[in-house]
Structures are given as structure tokens and as C-alpha cells.
């Protein structure tokens, strides 16, 4: 069984501060993966993806992978009430097929104003 | 933008009632997904569809079957409605597996 792993929170982070956000898989055959925002009642929209070691910057947003240690951050910069949500990691693997794109159960952010 | 759009957004039934919630992509992906969301256990996908006519199980098929006759659409079935399907279902596209999936808005289904 492919495992993604989150905090489930609540994590609270003050208004201007930078958030972080950590998610670990199990398995190392995993190729790409995916930060979404979900509010509440709402379907998850994409934030950022990525695919190779190291960070990518997008705005406010980085997402920071280490796949010798299998894990990948998600940090906000800024943080804004608006980003109060919760954040999905989901990841794609290699083979496809049903088990292609699984998530974990989310961390749920708090700004505080 | 690709649009992926559920028929329903919240839709009431009675158990036992054989219940259609459709969804329709407007991108051409040839990956197409439906997910159930409850509180406390994720996101779990139910079933995924990889082209016209072609299917897979996911974690948690019992009790749906799902139907693709054409690329751009994607139904889950609920063939007996039961209690404990009520639940958020969530259907999403994408057009490679490896790549991101985009979510239509969601249908909050409760059976009564």
C-alpha cells in the first residue's frame, strides 16, 4: 500500500509569517507531485507541482523536494488569511494505472490575523 | 482553463434508490477519476477510467459502478443508495497520469 503522509493540524501560523507545510511517502517509485488548496465545502485547485529535486518558486509559494528523503514542503511566504485552507500533497507514481495519483489526508491552516 | 463540471452540486435520495452523478470534461484528457471525500479519511478514490470503455478499481469500489461511452464524460452509479454513502464526491480529469488531475466542484450527496 502507498502511503502519503500529512500532519493533520490544525497548524496555526500568524499573519505575515512564513507557513510550512511537510508531507513523506513511502514509495520511492513516486515521479511527480502536487500541492492542492481545498476550502471548505470546496474542491482541491491545484497550487503548485513539481517534479525534480530541489525548490520551485512560484510567488508566494515554494515547493521543496528531497527525494533521497522522501519528502516534499510546501512553504508560504507572506501568509495571508486567505490561505487559511486545507493543503492536499498528492503524488503520482511511475507504473500509473489506479494507484497513479493518491493524497494524503491534508493539513489544515491557520492564519491568524 | 480546463473545465470539469459535476451535474449536481448537492442531491438528496433514498436508500435503495439507484443513483447517476455524471461528469463531464471539456480538455480531451483521456484520465478520468471519481473520489469520495469524508472527514478524517481523505480523499479515496473509487474508481478511474483511462480511456473510453476502459476502467479500474480504486480503494473503495463496492457498491458504484461507473460508465465512459464517451471520452468527455464519466458517471459513477450508485446501484443501491445506502446511508453510509452519503458522502462529497469528487470527480476529476487529467491527461497523463503523471500529470496534474483538475476537480470538478463536487456533489454533496445524502441518503436518506
Known amino acids: 500500500q502507498k502511503e502519503v503522509e500529512q500532519n493533520s493540524g490544525p497548524l496555526s501560523v500568524p499573519e505575515g509569517a512564513i507557513a510550512s507545510l511537510n508531507c513523506t511517502y513511502s514509495d520511492r517509485g513516486s515521479q511527480s507531485f502536487f500541492w492542492y488548496r481545498q476550502y471548505s465545502g470546496k474542491s482541491p485547485e491545484l497550487i503548485m507541482f513539481?517534479?525534480?529535486?530541489g525548490d520551485k518558486e512560484d510567488g508566494r509559494f515554494t515547493a521543496q523536494l528531497n527525494k533521497a528523503s522522501q519528502y516534499v514542503s510546501l512553504l508560504i511566504r507572506d501568509s495571508q488569511p486567505s490561505d487559511s485552507a486545507t493543503y492536499l500533497c498528492a503524488l503520482t507514481y511511475s507504473g500509473g494505472g489506479a494507484d497513479g495519483l493518491t493524497f494524503g489526508k491534508g493539513t489544515h491552516l491557520i492564519i491568524q490575523p | 482553463d480546463v473545465k470539469v463540471t459535476q451535474s449536481s452540486r448537492y442531491l438528496v435520495k433514498r436508500t435503495g434508490e439507484k443513483v447517476f452523478l455524471e461528469c463531464v470534461q471539456d480538455m480531451d484528457h483521456e484520465n478520468m477519476f471519481w473520489y469520495r471525500q469524508d472527514p478524517g479519511l481523505g480523499l479515496r478514490l473509487i474508481y478511474f477510467s483511462y480511456d473510453v470503455k476502459m476502467k479500474e478499481k480504486g480503494d473503495i469500489p463496492e457498491g458504484y459502478s461507473v460508465s465512459r461511452e464517451k471520452k468527455e464524460r464519466f458517471s459513477l452509479i450508485l446501484e443501491s443508495a445506502s446511508t453510509n454513502q452519503t458522502s462529497m464526491y469528487l470527480c476529476?480529469?487529467?491527461?497523463?497520469?503523471?500529470?496534474?488531475?483538475?476537480f470538478g466542484q463536487g456533489t454533496r450527496l445524502t441518503v436518506v
Open positions: 476529476a480529469s487529467s491527461l497523463r497520469v503523471a500529470l496534474e488531475a483538475f
Open positions: 513539481i517534479y525534480s529535486n
